[in-house]
């Protein structure tokens, strides 16, 4: 099925590091949305994206909507253990189903106290 | 609950056997989705129901996949004589209904065929 790219595929990086992410689509997106997951857990969400262009914060958490409406990235500041996980990146394909998620591959977040 | 839930969390199945796998969804959302989620994947979607009509099956991988909310609430996934390529966590997800974007995950059926 369609995927986006997203990378980079894995990270580790020491704890206060900030951390960049980003996914592109050769298919124009009208939702972006950003999603961790743990071990033996699914997905949850931690910042949606509606508007190309739109910046959006959660706590240390910081993502874009990009003009092209093709790619978006999420940011991590000041990382800390916790932030271990994997990170997925999903969107909805401009005038696509109204249900269908389309998500990235994910990229794993590695951090050491 | 608070939550979604799924049913079972782990499931072995012999290749050929047919397997049911349960999703309680919260209470009052009325979108269910099911996704797939192969080992080092994103999830990938499978099936999408409003209350108990199921509006996208594009995602099935085969007509051995079957899914069924026969009363808008509780959902289950039946895959029939399954194949070792059907290994993998399958996830359900509610939302309160189409009009939102938060989907609610549940801790997904790890599911594998020998």
């Known amino acids: 099925g369609q995927q986006l790219n997203q990378s980079p595929q894995s990270m580790f990086i020491q704890e206060g590091e900030d951390v960049s992410m980003n996914c592109t689509s050769s298919s124009i997106f009208n939702t972006w949305l950003w999603y961790k997951q743990e071990p033996g857990e699914g997905p949850v969400l931690l910042i949606a994206l509606y508007k190309a262009g739109e910046l959006t914060s959660n706590g240390r958490l910081t993502a874009q909507f990009g003009i092209t409406r093709k790619d978006s990235f999420l940011n991590i500041s000041a990382s800390i253990p916790s932030d271990v996980g994997i990170y997925f990146c999903?969107?909805?394909?401009?005038?696509?189903?109204?249900?269908?998620?389309?998500f990235g591959k994910g990229t794993k977040l590695s951090v050491k106290p | 609950g608070a939550g979604v839930s799924q049913s079972p969390r782990y499931k072995v199945a012999k290749r050929g056997q047919d397997v049911a796998l349960r999703c309680d969804p919260i209470s009052g959302h009325v979108s269910l989705f099911w996704y797939q989620q192969a080992l080092g994947q994103g999830p990938e979607f499978l099936t999408y129901?409003?209350?108990?009509?199921?509006?996208?099956k594009s995602g099935l991988p085969s007509d051995r996949f079957f899914a069924e909310r026969p009363e808008g609430s509780v959902s289950t996934l039946k895959i029939q004589r399954t194949q070792q390529e059907d290994s993998a966590v399958y996830l359900c997800a509610s939302q309160t209904g189409p009009s939102t974007d938060t989907q609610y995950f549940g801790p997904g059926t790890r599911l594998t065929v020998l």
């Open positions: 999903a969107g909805r394909v401009y005038g696509g189903s109204q249900g269908n998620l389309i």
């Open positions: 129901f409003q209350n108990e009509a199921q509006l996208d």
